[in-house]
T-cell receptor
Framework: DTGVSQDPRHKITKRGQNVTFRCDPISEHNRLYWYRQTLGQGPEFLTYFQNEAQLEKSRLLSDRFSAERPKGSFSTLEIQRTEQGDSAMYLC?????????????FGPGTRLTVL | RKEVEQDPGPFNVPEGATVAFNCTYSNSASQSFFWYRQDCRKEPKLLMSVYSSGNEDGRFTAQLNRASQYISLLIRDSKLSDSATYLCVVNIGGFKTIFGAGTRLFVKA
């Protein structure tokens, strides 16, 4: 399967703990996005990488959130001192600037539950 | 006002029905438009891009009206397997992609 993969698929943690999620994009894609989705809403943009450079961060991304994409390949999203409000599906998507429409392809997501 | 607005539904239709979803966007500089489909507890998947002249893919037809900042999706001959949430997606340049909250469709036998 050469699609976008995410790990873990599910994460249950206690409030105050740190969690880290991983995303492996489609190999030839240079753009990588992180979104957060809650029930009944569409995905909300969190951050964006072009190659290894993080070019944009949403105001939704508080200082407890950090994302990296070393070497322009996989990416990690870390949430420190988790809060119950962080419970959501975290989606990763990738795209290529070489495609006409720069279509984004999503991974299966990591569902985070903060107790 | 939200940047991308959709009727949340749900739309409950019988098999074989034709159903239409509407979407409006607020940014007149929006450059590209898409419909994604999302099944319950799954990731969004691209259904179709929306071209300025409108486009069709089998039972699905998408239309764009830039003057009215309006996008539509028409599904003909609905199947049970079409039951899902349909997300209207607008790219306003570069990486900036805005998703609507989605319209839920239930197709009944």
């Amino acid at each position: 399967d050469t699609g976008v993969s995410q790990d873990p698929r599910h994460k249950i943690t206690k409030r105050g703990q740190n969690v880290t999620f991983r995303c492996d994009p489609i190999s030839e894609h240079n753009r990588l996005y992180w979104y957060r989705q809650t029930l009944g809403q569409g995905p909300e943009f969190l951050t964006y990488f072009q190659n290894e450079a993080q070019l944009e961060k949403s105001r939704l991304l508080s200082d407890r959130f950090s994302a990296e994409r070393p070497k322009g390949s996989f990416s990690t999203l870390e949430i420190q001192r988790t809060e119950q409000g962080d419970s959501a599906m975290y989606l990763c998507a990738s795209s290529s600037t070489g495609e006409q429409w720069d279509t984004q392809y999503f991974g299966p997501g990591t569902r985070l539950t903060v107790l | 006002r939200k940047e991308v607005e959709q009727d949340p539904g749900p739309f409950n239709v019988p098999e074989g029905a034709t159903v239409a979803f509407n979407c409006t966007y607020s940014n007149s500089a929006s450059q590209s438009f898409f419909w994604y489909r999302q099944d319950c507890r799954k990731e969004p998947k691209l259904l179709m891009s929306v071209y300025s002249s409108g486009n069709e893919d089998g039972r699905f037809t998408a239309q764009l009206n830039r003057a009215s900042q309006y996008i539509s999706l028409l599904i003909r001959d609905s199947k049970l397997s079409d039951s899902a949430t349909y997300l209207c997606v607008v790219n306003i340049g570069g990486f900036k992609t805005i998703f609507g909250a989605g319209t839920r469709l239930f197709v009944k036998a």
